[in-house]
């Protein structure tokens, strides 16, 4: 799994004081598109509440990892568990469609880079998140417009607006839309794939925030992928380096970006200006 | 003992110089619950380094620092990262003197924060961090206020603030008193002298170490260490205690 490390520091044991067993374990995921391995043995693991960052250069395979966490696309090789009611044990990979599908919509929020893959633009903000809620059984209005304005307020989404159309808001706004639409399930994961960027820095540095926030007071486990290691620094607890598809480093987010021990990290942390 | 180290050492290997720097080797020393350690020694010489390694932000190249906590006696140079999370949130605490605040986040919720993880109510964890605050002396008007645009001395205050807030057995204070005046290093030194008393093991870098003369228990010496020049097989030399 791990590339060229540096070998020269005394070797972790597994965990032992966490009580909890890891909310997600993937093992040996492979992804080809082509003649090119998108995603080259990649294992990862994630404890419940903990904030996962995954950096690396465009092309690095970050983004198609979290398509297969997503369990949007299928993988060529590897192993996915989630520690949830009813899937507990199992490859998700294995499920049938359907059943994937039950787990997506239940189990994961994503939030895109690009607002118009993760919302209708079409539909009120509102009747977004509804969507999610109805897809899961719920039926009376109250209800869904209830769980739509209660997620809305977790994302810090101005309420007098929750029933304007995506492309009337802002692109701060259109994520905290994304987000309120991802976690209206209480969800136990939270994928992220470079929720910020593109956005103003001030609107960043408030979207950041709300994520930090609602990490701390529903103890989601989440994923980042970003390029952006302010961004990875601020939020995650721990931080992966990918590089061609590998990771070539796993640790606790200071330490990699302090005292990183592999030679592609050690360059890109000290790229940064 | 709360903490012993054993034949301690970091090195750095820097890959696109093909080069490895030896900043200490052979370190050993024990501290004990209520007993203030020094760490002392020329500027560069790797006492900061020694703190880091310790708090995990550095991983040591080799040797032990067995700490005894709450669950058991742990290395900390090999546990388990997710592991290190839950010493860092529960038991041992850092103070350094680079305050990162987020933007466009107060005073007052950056201090609040570390009690907030930790699950106390809301209200209870910003009165706690108010007061402590003004018990650093940060004028009751920067609360609301983001640190981002503070002087060096105020974003200390935030800095020690968050980093005392919470209760802990090993605390690690790398030159804390960088950018306060003598009236706030006093009472840091007060605030220390607390913790001391209580139980809590500190073990720190300070640039004016008369400051906390008092306190000290012990001086770990740091002496010059290899330089960027060491080659393999050149004697390393060791550690004075």
Not at chain 1, 264 to 269: N, S
Not at chain 2, 31 to 49: C, E, H, R, W, Y
Request: contains cysteine; neutral net charge.
């Amino acid at each position: 799994m791990l590339a060229t490390s540096n070998r020269r520091v005394v070797p972790l044991d597994a965990p032992r004081l966490v009580t909890q067993r890891p909310l997600l374990v993937a093992e040996g995921l492979v992804k080809h598109y082509g003649r090119i391995r998108a995603v080259d043995g990649v294992s990862l693991s994630v404890y419940p509440g903990e904030v996962l960052g995954i950096v690396g250069e465009s092309g690095s395979g970050k983004s198609s990892v979290l398509r297969l966490l997503n369990l949007q696309e299928d993988p060529d090789a590897g192993r996915y568990t989630l520690d949830i009611p009813a899937w507990r044990g199992m490859d998700l990979f294995g499920l049938s469609r359907f059943d994937k599908r039950a787990v997506r919509t239940r189990h994961i929020g994503i939030v895109y880079q690009n607002p118009y893959l993760g919302l209708r633009m079409s539909y009120t903000s509102s009747g977004n998140i509804a969507e999610r809620v109805l897809l899961a059984g719920e039926r009376r209005f109250a209800a869904l417009r209830e769980a739509a304005q209660e997620s809305l307020s977790a994302s810090e989404f101005p309420l007098d607006r929750m029933d304007d159309v995506p492309r009337a808001l802002s692109g701060g706004m259109q994520q905290r839309v994304q987000l309120a639409k991802a976690i209206a399930l209480k969800p136990a994961l939270l994928l992220l794939d470079e929720p910020t960027t593109g956005l103003d820095v001030s609107v960043q540095a408030t979207v950041l925030d709300t994520l930090k926030r609602l990490q701390r007071e529903r103890q989601i486990s989440m994923i980042i992928v970003s390029h952006d290691l302010g961004v990875i620094r601020t939020l995650a607890d721990r931080v992966m380096v990918m590089y061609r598809g590998k990771v070539v480093e796993v640790g606790l987010v200071d330490q990699v970006f302090e005292d990183p021990q592999d030679a592609y990290t050690q360059q890109l942390v000290h790229a940064k200006l | 003992m709360l903490l012993t180290v054993q034949n301690y050492a970091k090195h750095f290997l820097i890959h696109h110089l093909g080069r490895e720097v030896a900043v200490f080797e052979g370190l050993n020393f024990t501290l004990d619950a209520g007993q203030f350690a020094l760490i002392s020694g020329p500027n560069g010489v790797g006492k900061s380094t020694l703190l880091r390694c310790l708090y995990r932000s550095y991983r040591p190249t080799h040797g032990s620092a067995v700490y005894q906590s709450a669950f058991g006696a742990v290395d900390l140079a090999r546990l388990a990262d997710v592991d290190v999370l839950v010493l860092r949130r529960t038991e041992i605490g850092f103070v350094t003197q680079f305050l990162r605040p987020r933007p466009r986040v107060t005073a007052l919720e950056l201090v609040a924060e570390p009690l907030l993880e930790a699950g106390h109510a809301p209200e209870a964890a910003r009165a706690e961090a108010e007061a402590l605050l003004a018990g650093f002396g940060l004028k009751p008007g920067l609360l609301h206020a983001y640190p981002t645009t503070f002087s060096g001395g105020e974003q200390q205050k935030v800095n020690l603030a968050r980093a005392l807030i919470r209760p802990c057995r090993l605390l690690l204070l790398d030159e804390p008193t960088a950018s306060l005046d003598a009236a706030t290093r006093a009472m840091l030194v007060e605030r220390l002298t607390t913790l001391k008393a209580a139980g809590v093991a500190m073990l720190g870098v300070f640039h004016h170490p008369e400051d906390v003369a008092a306190l000290i228990d012990l001086e770990v010496h740091l002496t010059a260490g290899a330089a960027l020049a060491a080659l393999p097989g050149e004697e390393i030399p060791h550690v004075a205690e």
